[in-house]
C-alpha cells in the first residue's frame, strides 16, 4: 500500500499569494496517477487536478500540479478568498486509493 | 445537471446494520466505476470500495472487507453499501463518488450522509 504524506499540514497566507503544496509518496507513482481535491466546511471535496498536472473541468488556471515519481506539488498562483480550505492529494495507481491527511490552507 | 445523492445513513448501534444509497442523475451511469469514500469527524478522508460499471468487479479496503458490500442496479442508476456489523470507528459521513472508466480519481462526489455508530 503506497503511504501519501502532505506538507505541509497548515499553510497560513494571504488572499493574492502564491501557495505551495506538496505531497509524497512512499513509492513510485506510476503513470503520475497523482490527484488533488479541496475541500471546504461541510462540502463534499471537489476534483481539482489529475494525472498529477491535468486541471478538472472548470478549474481555473491559477491551479496547477506538477511534480513526478514521488514528489508532487500543488501551486495556486494568486490566492483567491474561495480558495482557503482543506486540499487533499490522492494515489490512485492501484487499490487502495489512498489519500493524504490533508493540508489546511488559512487566511494569515 | 451532474448530481449524485445519498440517503440512508443515521444512527445505529454497535453490531447493527445499515443500507446506504446513493442516486446518480446527469451522466451516463455505467460509463463510471462508483466509489464509497468516508471521513470521520474532523478527519481526512478513506476510500472504502469500488464497483465495476458492469458490477461484475469490486475491491475492498482492509477495514471494511467481510463487513460492508457495494452494489449497484444500473437500470435504476442506483450505488448502494451493506455495511454490517458496525463499529464505533465506522461513524464517518459516507460518499459516494463516479471515477469515469476506472481512472480512479474522483468526480462527481454526492454531499455525503452521517452514519453514527453509538450505543
Known amino acids: 500500500e503506497i503511504v501519501v504524506t502532505q506538507s505541509p499540514d497548515t499553510l497560513s497566507l494571504s488572499p493574492g499569494e502564491r501557495a505551495t503544496l506538496s505531497c509524497r509518496a512512499s513509492?513510485?507513482?506510476?503513470?503520475?496517477?497523482l490527484a488533488w481535491y479541496h475541500q471546504k466546511p461541510g462540502q463534499a471535496p471537489r476534483l481539482l487536478i489529475y494525472?498529477?498536472?491535468s486541471r478538472a473541468t472548470g478549474i481555473p488556471d491559477r491551479f496547477s500540479g506538477s511534480g513526478s515519481g514521488t514528489d508532487f506539488t500543488l501551486t495556486i498562483s494568486r490566492l483567491e478568498p474561495e480558495d482557503f480550505a482543506v486540499y487533499y492529494c490522492?494515489?490512485?495507481?492501484?487499490?487502495?486509493?489512498?489519500f493524504g491527511q490533508g493540508t489546511k490552507l488559512e487566511i494569515k | 445537471q451532474v448530481q449524485l445523492v445519498e440517503s440512508g445513513g443515521g444512527l445505529v448501534t454497535p453490531g447493527g446494520s445499515l443500507r446506504l444509497s446513493c442516486t446518480a442523475s446527469?451522466?451516463?451511469?455505467?460509463?463510471?466505476?462508483m466509489n464509497w469514500i468516508r471521513q470521520a469527524p474532523g478527519k481526512g478522508l478513506e476510500w472504502l470500495s469500488y464497483i465495476s460499471g458492469s458490477g461484475s468487479t469490486n475491491y475492498y479496503a482492509d477495514s471494511v472487507k467481510g463487513r460492508f458490500t457495494i452494489s449497484r442496479d444500473n437500470a435504476k442508476n442506483s450505488l448502494y453499501l451493506q455495511m454490517n456489523n458496525l463499529r464505533a470507528e465506522d461513524t464517518a459521513v459516507y460518499y459516494c463518488?463516479?471515477?469515469?472508466?476506472?481512472?480512479?480519481?474522483?468526480?462527481?462526489w454526492g454531499q455525503g450522509t452521517l452514519v453514527t455508530v453509538s450505543s
Open positions: 463518488a463516479g471515477a469515469y472508466q476506472g481512472y480512479m480519481h474522483f468526480d462527481p
Open positions: 494525472g498529477a498536472s
Open positions: 490522492q494515489f490512485y495507481g492501484s487499490s487502495p486509493y489512498t
Open positions: 446527469g451522466f451516463t451511469f455505467t460509463d463510471y466505476y
Open positions: 513509492q513510485t507513482v506510476t503513470s503520475n496517477y
